[in-house]
């Protein structure tokens, strides 16, 4: 029977801890995963896009150009705190300039750190308000568009290659055959099917001697049936043909074929 496959949209950041607790059988991850916990198959890099307002110089590029970081040298790049693409990364490799802050004023301050978008969904809105640019993957982009933005892929950044993961130590049967099934491999294959847990082997044992009784029920089935019961036809007949032996004839008479056997008359 077919297991349904539930997908489920979660935040970035708790996606981990969901896995760990065992909300989620398996999710997909960008890497680099914690290799002590989980393990994961890379299934594709993903393009990088920048994220600007409708009526930007950027906008005026066919979807299928890429943008360049100097096409958006000279805007602010906000980045959010569930950034999937920066972290780690120098300073310098950053499109675009340093938030600062500013004096109540409304001079600049370069002292002051401006608080950044809580989330990528907000930083997009803050995009939308004519606040600057944000970079991030293709797909989060796509996930919340708006109206009053739009987005172009972006040369000489960095890419995210998305994983499918899952807690290395309790996985499931159901989730070790999804494994299978993203590796590749069938029921077939040369690497087998995937290792089973110890209740599972005892339910493979159990398939296995039941299976075996009733084979060697059906086969005393067929070795029974063999033997003709009484009143079969061939009892009838061996009955018949003792019938026809145990009748004489008249000592000289040859009956002919068809012909009635005369009847034996007592003498008076």
Same mark, same amino acid.
């Given at each position: ?18 896995? =760990? +607790?065992? !909300? &989620?059988?398996?999710?997909? @991850? ?19 896009v920048v994220v600007v307002h409708r009526d930007h110089i950027v906008a005026a590029l066919e979807d299928s150009e890429e943008a360049s970081t100097d096409d958006v040298a000279?805007?602010? &790049? ?26 109540? %004023?409304? =001079? ?20 939308? +308000? ?10 989060? !982009? ?5 109206? %009053?933005?739009?987005?172009?892929? &972006?040369? %000489? ?6 994983? @499918?993961?899952?807690? =290395?130590?309790?996985?499931?049967? @159901? ?28 339910r493979k044992q159990a398939t296995k001697k039941t299976t075996s009784a009733e084979r060697k029920a059906k086969q005393g089935d067929k070795r029974s049936g063999s033997a ?12 018949? =043909?003792?019938? !026809? ?16 056997q005369p009847r034996r008359t007592k003498r008076t």
């Open positions: 029977m077919d297991t349904p496959l539930e997908l489920i949209q979660v935040p970035a950041a708790d996606a981990t801890q969901l896995l =760990t +607790n065992g !909300a &989620l059988d398996a999710a997909l @991850l960008r890497l680099p995963v914690d290799t002590a916990t989980f393990s994961a198959i890379p299934l594709y890099t993903e393009d990088t000279e805007e602010t &790049l906000w980045i959010p705190l569930d950034d999937v693409l920066w972290s780690g990364a120098p300073e310098s490799r950053r499109p675009g300039r340093t938030p600062v802050g500013y004096r109540d %004023d409304g =001079t600049a301050d370069p002292s002051i750190t401006p608080t950044p978008p809580t989330s990528t969904e907000e930083a997009i809105a803050w995009v939308g +308000n004519g606040a600057g640019i944000t970079v991030v993957p293709m797909s989060l !982009a796509r996930l919340h568009r708006r109206k %009053d933005v739009t987005y172009r892929r &972006l040369t %000489d950044v960095p890419t995210s290659r998305v994983a @499918l993961a899952w807690v =290395t130590d309790t996985h499931t049967d @159901l989730t070790e055959e999804m494994i299978g099934i993203v590796r590749g491999r069938t029921a077939h294959s040369s690497r087998g099917a995937a290792t089973s847990s110890p209740q599972a082997e005892d003709r019961a009484p009143g079969s036809r061939g009892t009838q007949q061996s009955r018949s =043909t003792k019938q !026809a032996h145990g009748t004489k004839l008249p000592r000289g008479t040859k009956p002919s074929r068809g012909s009635k």
